[in-house]
């Protein structure tokens, strides 16, 4: 074996060894994410330490203390004039939500009252009943 090739990779071999499939080796080569040299007129190799940098943490260490600072928030509970209001709010929506009902009717029939009529006019087409 010569010495070129212990520092150069095939695209296959380079696949095998990040787990990935050979085609997503050479879209990053099309792509620019990683170097591949010519190693003569077929062969294209790739050098294991451009490979060893495509390993990347997927989140870095500096971050990873101000990452968990922000994901990890207290729940404060809600006061008891906050629950009131809340609570009063819903009210009032429901009495707008009837009064609305009441003067316009439902606005949409409900999803079975449609489902129902259309499987009778499925039926009356297919018996040839329309």
Do not use: C
């Not at 070129?4 to 380079?14: G, K, M, N, T």
């Not at 190693?39 to 997927?58: A, E, M, N």
């Amino acid at each position: 074996m010569h010495a070129i090739d212990e520092d150069y990779l095939s695209v296959a071999e380079a696949a095998a060894r990040l787990r990935v499939a050979q085609s997503t080796i050479r879209r990053w080569i099309r792509e620019g994410e990683v170097p591949a040299y010519r190693l003569g007129r077929r062969r294209v190799g790739l050098k294991r330490g451009d490979l060893d940098r495509l390993v990347t943490p997927v989140r870095p260490a500096a971050h990873e203390n101000q990452m968990s600072r922000i994901t990890t928030t207290e729940v404060r509970q809600f006061t008891a004039e906050e629950r009131r209001r809340g609570l009063e709010t819903m009210a009032e929506l429901e009495r707008m939500a009837k009064a609305i009902t009441a003067e316009r009717g439902a606005p949409f029939p409900s999803s079975t009252e449609l489902l129902a009529q259309m499987r009778e006019e499925r039926m009356r087409q297919l018996t040839g009943e329309e």
